[in-house]
């Protein structure tokens, strides 16, 4: 289902404060309405008499709100866990149930899906500033520059839950599968993707590697492909494997990259129990595993396995940055984009192949 994952490739542009217009704008538009709506205004900066403000400076002020609600979310990161879900979906597809495939499931699928994951994201931003891990030098600047108020970001991690679980139920009532074990799924990725860095804080004991292993793959996989057809088949959580891996990856580099300010605060990683030669160990191996298993798959089942290749070079390059301390601050983010694409290329090889690699039942 959803946890903070996204945490890990917080490199890339991040929200900026409200620029000096919107916040003006904003001020005038309240001094209007405590004014009657006289047209004229007094500069809360100044004490001079401004214009009343017009509707594109209001309008400019809301989208830069609104954009900054965006940025927060983290939207980058959400390939994490809509790519298993378009995998789960496309294995119901391929499947002997395929007559029970509906579009309106699959999009209530994501959506729940991805609403809890940016809920996980919030909450993750939240803890983070509140034990004091995210400070000056963060990489996520939405509390530590004030770009939202704690109270804003908890807001906003409550309504994502909220719609989360609305289309949940939604969900649950259009979806031949039993609600109890739709439940199971669901409430167990929205307890993890809360409990990542909130309560127990997984992943400030070095459990959090696990938990995105598990939750980023085989659990977000049977759950779209269960959605979908109201079966349990546990050996769909195979085909998640390679991309539980390529995710845990994005994880690991972020971990690795942060080492040395983790330890400072007082939080454990696998990347710091291992140090930093073994972290590379693991990274490739995170990496190239997936690769080799689709050469395997190719040569064995069908050469659309071998399409996700397409994106071997890229892996190349980013694991040579890994080895560079002066790059390797890009590569949680190229690690994501990598993701992104090598998932994309699996679920087309997973719905063009005549034979699958796994056991799920199959059309006839």
Not at 2 to 9: G, N
Not at 128 to 135: P, Q, S
């Amino acid at each position: 289902m959803a946890t903070s994952l996204s945490e890990c490739s917080e490199q890339q542009e991040v929200a900026a404060p409200a620029t000096p217009a919107a916040t003006s704008a904003a001020q005038l538009l309240r001094q209007r309405h405590s004014n009657g709506g006289t047209g004229h205004e007094t500069s809360a900066l100044n004490g001079k008499t401004a214009p009343a403000i017009s509707a594109n400076d209001y309008n400019s002020g809301t989208f830069m709100k609104l954009k900054t609600y965006l940025l927060a979310l983290r939207p980058w990161s959400l390939s994490a866990s809509l790519v298993p879900t378009l995998l789960g979906s496309a294995l119901a597809y391929r499947s002997q149930w395929t007559a029970d495939f509906s579009m309106l499931t699959f999009f209530l699928t994501a959506f729940t899906v991805v609403t809890v994951h940016c809920a996980g994201n919030v909450v993750n931003t939240y803890f983070d500033f509140i034990k004091g891990i995210d400070k000056q030098k963060a990489d996520d600047r939405t509390l530590v520059d004030h770009i939202l108020t704690k109270d804003e970001v908890v807001s906003l991690g409550a309504i994502l839950y909220l719609a989360g679980c609305g289309g949940f139920v939604l969900l649950a009532v259009l979806s031949p599968a039993k609600m109890e074990h739709l439940a199971l799924i669901y409430f167990g990725g929205l307890s993890s993707s809360f409990l990542y860095t909130g309560g127990i804080g997984f992943k400030y004991i070095a459990l959090g590697d696990l938990v995105i292993l598990i939750l980023f793959g085989p659990i977000s996989v049977l759950f779209a492909f269960m959605s979908q057809t109201g079966h349990v088949d546990w050996t769909t959580m195979g085909y998640a494997i390679p991309l539980a891996l390529n995710t845990e990856a994005i994880l690991h580099s972020n971990n690795t990259r942060d080492a040395e300010s983790d330890g400072k605060a007082g939080i454990v990683t696998l990347a710091i129990l291992i140090g930093r030669t073994a972290s590379h160990v693991l990274y490739a191996m995170l990496l190239f595993t997936p690769y080799s298993l689709f050469f395997i798959f190719g040569l064995k089942y069908s050469l659309w396995f071998l399409l996700p290749l397409i994106t071997l070079p890229q892996a190349f390059q980013i694991e040579k940055r890994f080895r560079d301390e002066q790059t390797m601050h890009v590569v949680p983010k190229q690690t994501a984009k990598l993701n992104f694409f090598f998932g994309i290329l699996y679920i087309i090889a997973c719905c063009c192949a005549q034979q699958l690699p796994t056991f799920v039942s199959r059309k006839h």
